[in-house]
């Protein structure tokens, strides 16, 4: 009878720790919360945008604010939104309109929200929370993870980046944030890729689109982060980072990639979608989440993408070209988690008629 009390005893302990853990995980996450709520309320009355971490990392003031407001949906959406106008604070409504009108053309949606920097690299921001070195902090969003498990049970897809961004964000190909910039780095935009088109390449008629050729090298750049910007303090080095640009094999050669207006998939939503590829303010050209698709998946997509919220704006400019998303198969609506809170709301858009 030894054995069996053992194992029981076993199994109870370990229960206890798995417990004991999430409860530690629980408090750090309510802690980090309303540090990342101070942070931003403070930054905010000095009409800052900027907050200053770690190492030379700088954070989004915005972004902080998005963490440290709650639940964002359902009742307690206006009082977290910024939008102006508080009936469209709520984001559920609008998403499930769109999945509908996806749905009856028989497109298939994947929502995928880009993680807060602050989430992936809180000890850069924070001093309220403990993780052993070399280990990946636990999760720090329970609002994000309760709204993805709320869009799911509705029959929304969510690609959720978190776990596989925590466990790469020490990785050999560098941080997946610019420290500098609001947006992910170039080696999150690889990660990402490759993540959506396993998605992608799922559906079975991925293998039957036209292939082309391309190829990749990385190559180091130095960069004008829009945080760099914001602060205003010239005396600090910029930043560089490791991008991997992507060449298409043409007949007169190697050439930037470009997007196909007749591409069965679009990528849709806010600038995470245009750096490294618009050029100009969006830092660079060939390197970005479309052209890294194109590589993983051996074709180029379609792209709407906007400067400025990847909410509504995005899908009014998909509405104003007014073909109903004919030929398209999948929808990849990929936009910054503060998009939650802190765009200009969620206005349901006949994109389908």
């Excluded at 109870?12 to 999430?22: G, I, M, S």
């Excluded at 604070?89 to 996806?102: N, R, S, V, Y």
């Excluded at 636990?138 to 959720?160: I, M, N, T």
Aim: aromatic share 8%; hydrophobic share 45%; glycine share 8%.
């Amino acid at each position: 009878m030894r054995q069996p009390v053992r194992l029981a005893a076993c199994a109870f302990l370990a229960a206890a720790l798995v417990l004991a853990q999430q409860a530690l995980f629980a408090s750090q996450a309510a802690s980090f919360l309303r540090d990342m709520a101070n942070k931003a309320a403070a930054a905010m009355r000095s009409d800052a945008m900027v907050v200053s971490g770690a190492d030379g990392w700088l954070f989004f003031a915005p972004e902080l604010r998005s963490l440290g407001v709650g639940r964002f949906w359902g009742p307690a959406a206006a009082k977290a939104s910024s939008a102006p106008d508080k009936a469209y604070a709520d984001p559920l409504p609008a998403i499930l309109d769109f999945k509908a009108q996806l749905d009856r053309k028989g497109i298939q949606l994947l929502i995928v929200p880009v993680p807060p920097k602050a989430v992936i690299y809180p000890d850069m921001i924070s001093a309220q929370l403990s993780f052993p070195k070399g280990t990946p902090p636990p999760r720090l969003d329970p609002y994000h993870q309760e709204f993805y498990r709320l869009l799911a049970s509705k029959g929304v897809r969510v690609l959720d980046l978190t776990p596989a961004f925590l466990r790469a964000r020490d990785g050999s190909a560098g941080p997946l944030y610019c420290r500098q910039d609001t947006h992910w780095s170039g080696a999150a935009c690889v990660l990402a890729a490759r993540l959506i088109a396993a998605e992608v390449k799922k559906q079975r008629w991925c293998a039957t689109v036209r292939k082309r050729a391309y190829v990749s090298q990385p190559r180091s750049v130095t960069i004008t982060g829009d945080l760099w910007q914001m602060l205003g303090d010239a005396s600090l080095p910029k930043e560089r980072l490791t991008l991997t640009f992507v060449k298409e094999r043409t007949p007169s050669g190697l050439a930037l990639p470009t997007t196909w207006r007749q591409s069965p998939v679009l990528l849709l939503g806010d600038s995470h979608n245009l750096v490294f590829h618009g050029g100009e303010d969006m830092l660079a050209e060939g390197a970005g989440l479309a052209d890294q698709l194109a590589l993983q998946l051996g074709f180029p997509i379609d792209l709407v993408a906007v400067r400025g919220s990847g909410a509504t704006p995005a899908r009014i400019n998909l509405l104003r070209r007014g073909d109903n998303l004919v030929g398209k198969r999948f929808v990849v609506w990929c936009f910054s988690a503060r998009e939650f809170t802190e765009g200009q709301g969620w206005r349901k858009v006949p994109v389908i008629r």
